[in-house]
């Protein structure tokens, strides 16, 4: 009977693998011997979306894992209580798998804390304190728990000691891993690393000479991403060096990670200029004026300063700070109808939605309203580039998915060109900088995750996986496990003969 080893890497970017390639053997090894591909993330391309599609099979207007809310508020709830995984307990490839008899051991799953019962072990981690969760629970007392949650915060101005207490963490985790690889005889063996990720997003102009704010070649920290990127090959190449040959092995990603965008598209700007956004005071209002000014100068300093952690600590301790961002635009919500979601905020993304108050349509159709966005926003164009749209796509709700919770997502999504991000300013000019780039410098890609898959099912493969919901029939597959009804996504494997 086939087995699986499944690798989970956040944020492993298909073009950083490119660019670091001769520091990666076992990567490589995975590339020239069996099946690998770069496909695209879900949308929104966080990871706690990414990841409940990755385990269910469903697409986030089902399982309803994502927010469209300002990211102070995603940090507030962040710091200040757990996840909720009730949505996907139950309901994963390994719950499945175990169903069908599968023998499973899952490793600190994101969003999988606390464990629930499983056909063998789950280890998960909280995100709050440094608790961990063994599942069954009478299994904790047999494994040396020390060190593995360890990570918290932001890296702030102790960067050097951020970077080691992941690297040790990292190390406790492949212990644990290898651990329990030779001790069980797993059908199922999914392993999750969150690190990679939490180091891209905090130094990537430490590391990147295109980022404006690069900070030069001498920095200590200069190969710090690269450095991470050849501990995960370590990783995986210890990992595979625990198994036989009848284990295929799945590497896999959520999603890519790149720059975050250093200039803003102001949409707010654009809706108002065309009559569909109304604010509640003039341009001219000091105290909007005032507040604006404010913002600006305090992200700025925080990022140059890297005090990020000052962030949430202010979030968890004074909830009202939150006004200074989300009041800058005042809109008058009585009178407007259409505005671009709370999604940037305080850190510019290059994707974004536009919700339509339908109560203010003033006669006009819902459809109507949505072709005049949709087409202003493709006529947009770079200030900079004339001949370059600044919108990659843009597209109704209903054309991305399709679930019980669609009516969550903004009426209108897109994706700008990666330059820039998705600013929600009324009262400024239309294109404008990012105050909050070094900030968190490193952005999530919806394109560039990695699949790779080796071993006695990699000549199955039929095609690249269509999007991350074809992960879970695909494990399942190799499990010789059919697919449940309702599943989103479908197996990239051709028949067995």
Known sequence: MNKVLLIGVDALDAAQVEQFADWLPNISRLQQEGYYTHFESVWPPDSETA??????????ARHGIFQFVDPLEKTATYVMRERDNSVIAGRTFWDIAGDAGRRVCVLFPHIGYPSWPVNGL???????????????????????????????????????????????????????????????????????????????????????????????????????????????????????????????????????????????FNINR???????????????????????????????????????????????????????????????????????????????????????????????????????????????????????????????????????????????VFELNLNYGAGWDATGALFDVSFSHSLYPGSHLRSNAVFALTGPDSSRVDRAPDSLMDIAPTVLDILGIPTPKGMDGRSVLKPRD
């Not at 990841?51 to 986030?60: E, K, L, R």
Request: aromatic share 10%.
């Open 270 to 412: 654009l809706l108002r200029e065309q009559g569909l956004l109304v604010l509640k005071h003039s341009d001219t209002d000091a105290r909007v004026n005032l507040l604006k000014q404010v913002k600006n100068d305090f992200t700025d300093f925080v990022g140059r300063h890297k005090l990020g952690g000052i962030v949430s600590k202010l979030l968890k301790w004074m909830p009202w700070t939150k006004k200074l961002y989300l009041s800058a635009a005042d809109l008058d919500l009585e009178q407007t109808t259409a505005y671009i979601t709370d999604m940037s905020g305080i850190k510019a993304y290059s994707y974004g939605g536009i919700r339509i108050v339908q109560q203010n349509l003033n006669g006009r159709s819902y459809e109507s309203v949505l072709e005049q966005i949709r087409t202003l926003l493709l006529e947009a164009r770079d200030p900079e580039r004339r001949d370059e749209p600044l919108v990659r796509w843009i597209k109704p709700r209903d054309e991305l998915y399709t679930g019980p919770y669609i009516e969550e997502y903004p009426d209108l």
């Open 51 to 60: 990841w409940a599609s990755i385990y269910t099979g469903w697409n986030p």
């Open 122 to 264: 789950m280890v998960t981690r909280a995100s709050l304190d440094k608790e961990v969760s063994v599942t069954p629970p009478e299994m904790k007392s047999r494994y040396r728990l020390e060190g593995l949650n360890e990570v918290k915060g932001l890296a702030g101005r102790r960067r050097e000691e951020y970077l080691t207490v992941n690297r040790r963490q990292v190390e406790r985790q492949l212990e644990l891993n290898v651990q329990l690889l030779r001790e069980g005889d797993w059908d199922l063996f999914f392993s999750y690393w969150s690190a990679l990720d939490l180091i891209q997003h905090q130094f990537w102009n430490y590391c990147d000479p295109q980022d404006p704010t690069y900070l030069g070649d001498t920095t200590p920290f200069r190969h710090a991403i690269r450095d991470f990127y050849i501990l995960h090959d370590r990783v995986i190449g210890e990992l595979i060096a625990e198994v036989d040959s009848n284990t295929s092995i799945i590497l896999l990603s959520d999603h890519g990670h790149g720059m975050r965008p250093v200039k803003v």
